[in-house]
Structure formats: structure tokens, C-alpha cells
């Protein structure tokens, strides 16, 4: 089935219909994207992209060698020598900036400069100022411009957010989060995330206290209003980097605009932890508890009849059910979440956005929160957001 075309994209882009899980409808041309950046990303969103139905078409790195080992490594139909090149090739729908953070602003100016739909990495940049220049050039261009705060794409967090949506947890009390990870655990342990001109001037935060807020703010449809912040750095000296001034963890407490009270703690040196993301919510009726690790669960809490709720379509809220795209007993992880991210920016490049898809206003929600914990860190004060 071929849908009515919609009308040509901005970018020039013949119309491409539409099909609601994103995948090209029969007949249809598949999307072409292609990657700057080839790293850990790299390999994730072109697994994401190819199993959402699109081409990947190219990739660029660093370096012309870097490209051609990326392009090799995952599959794409060539390598490009530079990012000119690859933002002149008209098979090029998307473009997935999968680069460190310093560096997505610029990327991300000229791809949307040459008519591309963009997908930009988290934190999207590593000002407020930059991120919110990115916001303006992509509602001027006229483009899909997405950033993956993957989480939201898992079913039980379409659950959370249904059940709260539909007011069976009732009047917001409070929210306990953390997202702790020990990747970064010894002193040897280095990366560029860990260096400001690299990374920026936050780490834990921007890189996954982001996806924490950008959770809590999705699942409950509150925002925080004011916020007071600390932050640590455990060694003031790292491997390569020399002198360390970015947060190995910090703890946040919070309030949402109706007052329902928030406390946070992301960290990179919690022994034991890989990708800790946890996320539990309180109202007056429910509470709510998703545990990343564990996402085919949701725990539903009352103070009587207290219950463990397992991912089965049948029994999901419409949203939810539209992700649950495996059989119960199935599992469904951190890839399919990408799976369906993709899907889902693809589906709007097509003209149809689903909805719940993070794009760079909330990029920019990310980066206002970062640089308010930052700030109230600094101060030793509250900040309002
Ligand atoms: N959404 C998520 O769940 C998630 C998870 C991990 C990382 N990320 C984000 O993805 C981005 C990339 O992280 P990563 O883990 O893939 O890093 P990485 O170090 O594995 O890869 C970065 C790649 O970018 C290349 N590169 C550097 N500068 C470049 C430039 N100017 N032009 C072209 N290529 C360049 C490097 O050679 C390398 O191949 C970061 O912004 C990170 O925050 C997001």
C-alpha cells in the first residue's frame, strides 16, 4: 500500500509516504541516513536504523581511515572522507550526529544548513545557548530534528506514563530517581567525556542525569520548577586528561511545578552498577517503579495489593501496546527502545510524528536543567528552572 504523498519535505526530499511504525510503506523508498561519527553510537544506531527499515548509506569519522574501519565495521554502503561530502550526497535523508558532545553544535548547524532531518546525540550541545541556536535553525529549516532519550521507547515506561496520564496514580507526592553507572570507578579510567573541551563543563549529568530528567519529566508530565544541586569530583587527576573539573556524581533535590518533591542521584563510580537506571514515582493512589535493567517489569505499588506487572500486550494502554512489538516472554531491551526511537523520527520524516518523540526542545529541557545543577552546585544555592 502506497499512502497519498504528503508533499515535498523541505529539504527537497521526494514525499516518502507514511506508515505508522515508521518502516517504508510497500513501494515506498527506504529512508537513506548516514552516521558522523563512528564509535560505540556508531554501531547502535545503525543496527536502530537498518531495523526501522532505513538504508544506511554512509558513514564519516574523524579521519578517512576511521571512516572506512566504520563503514566496514558496521555494514554501511560506503565511507565518506569528510563531512562535506557525505551532506552533498542527495541519497541522504537523515543525518545522525554520533560525535562528542563539543563537537554536535557545529555538526549539527551544517547538516541542517544542507536540508537534512537530523538526529543529534545527547547532551545536544554544551551550552543553552548553542542547543536553543539549534532549535531555531531546525524550526526555520523546516526539518525532523530528534535527540534520543531512548528510555521513553520502552513499553513499560508508555505504561508509567499512561497510567499517571489516565490519573491512576493520582495527585503527584513524590519522585526517587538515579541513574548510576561505575565505568569510570579508578583513577586510570579515562575517556573524552571526562575532559570539558571534549565532553563540556558537566559529565555525569549531561551524559546521564539528562536521561534521568528527560524521563521523570516524560513519565510524569511534570516539570521541575526549582532545583538545588552537589556535585563531586573523586579524583582531581585522570590518566590522559591531566587535571579532572567535570562531576563524577551529583545528588539533586528537587521540586516539580505542583510541588511533588524530587531527589536524584547520578553517578559513574557506584561499584556494581553498569547502566542503573531507576526511576520511581508516588502519588496518592500509586506509586510506580521502572528499573532500566529490567525493563519488561513495572512495579505498581498500593498499600494493599501491591503487584508486579509484566509486559503483555493485551493489557497495556494503547501507547504502550504499540511498542510492545514481541509476544510476552520475549524481552524486549535497550535495542529494541532504539528500534522504536528510530522508527519513530523516520515515521515523521515520512510527515506523520507519533507521539512521545524527543526532539530538540527537549534537548534544550536537558541543557537548562544541566546548567541549573551545575550553577546550584557552584552557589551552593536554589536555582529556578
Ligand atoms: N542516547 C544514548 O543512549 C547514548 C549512549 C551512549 C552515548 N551517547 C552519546 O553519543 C555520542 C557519541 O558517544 P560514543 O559513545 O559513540 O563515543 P565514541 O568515542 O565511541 O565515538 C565517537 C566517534 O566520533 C568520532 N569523531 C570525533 N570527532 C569527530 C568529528 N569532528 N567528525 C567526525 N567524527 C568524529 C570519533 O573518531 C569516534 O569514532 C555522545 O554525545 C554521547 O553522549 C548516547
Redesign the pocket.
Known amino acids: 500500500m502506497t499512502l497519498p504523498p504528503l508533499g515535498v519535505a523541505p529539504n527537497g526530499v521526494a514525499p516518502l509516504g507514511v506508515a505508522a511504525n515508521g518502516v517504508a510503506p510497500l513501494g515506498a523508498a527506504p529512508i537513506g541516513i548516514a552516521l558522523?561519527?563512528?564509535?560505540?553510537?556508531?554501531d547502535?544506531h545503525s543496527r536502530a536504523a537498518r531495523a526501522a527499515g532505513a538504508r544506511v548509506v554512509g558513514v564519516?569519522?574523524?579521519?578517512p581511515e576511521?571512516s572506512r574501519a566504520?563503514a566496514e565495521r558496521i555494514g554501511a554502503e560506503r565511507a565518506f572522507d569528510d563531512?562535506d561530502a557525505l551532506l552533498a550526497d542527495p541519497n541522504i535523508d537523515v543525518v545522525h550526529v554520533?560525535?562528542?558532545?563539543a563537537?554536535?553544535h557545529a555538526?549539527a548547524v551544517r547538516a541542517l544548513a544542507a536540508g537534512k532531518h537530523v538526529v543529534c546525540?545527547?547532551?545536544l550541545a554544551t551550552t543553552v545557548a548553542d542547543a536553543v541556536d539549534l532549535e531555531k535553525r531546525a524550526a526555520k529549516a523546516g526539518v525532523v530534528a530528534t535527540v534520543?532519550?531512548?528510555y521513553r521507547f520502552h513499553p513499560m515506561v508508555r505504561e508509567a506514563r499512561a497510567r499517571v496520564a489516565a490519573g491512576q496514580v493520582g495527585r503527584l507526592f513524590s519522585v526517587q530517581g538515579a541513574y548510576l553507572q561505575d565505568w569510570l570507578l579508578g583513577a586510570a579510567d579515562d575517556?573524552?567525556?571526562v575532559s570539558t573541551a571534549a565532553g563540556g563543563a558537566s559529565r555525569a549529568f549531561a551524559?546521564i542525569g539528562s536521561?534521568l530528567c528527560d524521563l521523570l519529566e516524560f513519565v510524569t508530565g511534570e516539570q521541575l520548577a526549582r532545583l538545588q544541586a552537589v556535585t563531586r569530583t573523586v579524583f582531581a587527576e585522570r590518566a590522559s586528561t591531566g587535571p579532572v573539573s567535570t562531576e563524577d556524581l551529583a545528588g539533586v533535590l528537587a521540586q516539580t511545578g505542583s510541588g511533588a518533591v524530587v531527589s536524584l542521584l547520578v553517578s559513574q563510580v557506584a561499584p556494581g552498577r553498569k547502566n542503573g537506571l531507576v526511576l520511581e514515582v508516588h502519588g496518592a493512589t500509586e506509586s510506580l517503579r521502572f528499573v532500566q535493567e529490567r525493563p519488561e517489569e513495572l512495579w505498581i505499588g498500593r498499600r494493599t495489593g501491591s503487584e508486579l506487572h509484566l509486559r503483555n500486550t493485551d493489557e497495556l494502554h494503547p501507547d504502550a501496546a504499540r511498542l510492545s512489538v514481541l509476544p510476552p516472554g520475549h524481552p524486549l531491551g535497550y535495542h529494541d527502545a532504539?528500534t522504536a526511537f528510530a522508527a519513530d523520527t523516520y515515521a515523521a520524516v515520512r510527515g506523520s510524528p507519533p507521539d512521545g518523540l524527543p526532539v530538540f526542545a527537549d534537548g534544550v529541557r536537558a541543557a537548562c536543567i544541566t546548567d541549573a545543577v551545575l550553577a546550584s552546585a557552584a552557589a551552593g544555592t536554589w536555582i529556578d528552572l
Open positions: 558522523i561519527g563512528g564509535g560505540f553510537m556508531a547502535v564519516t569519522s574523524s579521519t576511521r566504520a563531512v554520533v560525535t562528542p558532545n563537537t554536535h555538526l546525540e545527547k547532551p534520543p532519550f531512548v575517556n573524552w567525556r551524559d536521561h532504539f
